[in-house]
């Protein structure tokens, strides 16, 4: 889950900056259009790459397809910046419950005394197996 975060922040990062240098120097909105839908045609073998290239291509297409819609009113490249720090913000969150899940995980094998299965995934002919309707 770590490696994933990490390629979708870094693939975010990628890809703001291409649609950035694209937004900066692409005012056209046919050409922006192309670019979309070349970008679009890159996303089933960038997905099938993984997931730091599906990242680049997706944010690219969105903040690109983003500008073209505000094109007439002179685009909106602070959205950028936005989306990178919402996809911090979102990876900050997701790793923080990451940590705690992993924690509460390594805290309940050393309580138990590093049995090597739990109660809830041992075999029915394991002395660790319980039923539901067993008393405690």
């Given at each position: ?26 005012h ?15 996303m ?11 990242c ?5 297409l ?75």
């Open positions: 889950a770590l490696k994933l975060m990490g390629q979708r922040i870094g693939g975010t990062l990628v890809g703001i900056v291409i649609a950035g240098i694209v937004v900066h120097l692409v056209d909105p046919w050409w922006l259009a192309v670019l979309v839908i070349g970008l679009a045609a890159l089933p073998k960038a997905t099938a790459v993984n997931y730091f290239w599906m680049t291509v997706f944010t690219s969105v903040m690109i397809l983003l500008d073209l819609s505000l094109l007439a009113t002179g685009g909106d490249a602070t959205l950028l910046l936005w989306r990178f720090y919402d996809t911090l913000l979102g990876c900050a969150v997701a790793g923080s419950v990451l940590l705690v899940l992993y924690g509460a995980r390594r805290w309940h094998e050393r309580r138990a005394g590093g049995r090597q299965e739990s109660t809830v995934d041992a075999p029915p002919d394991s002395p660790n197996f319980r039923h539901a309707d067993d008393d405690d």
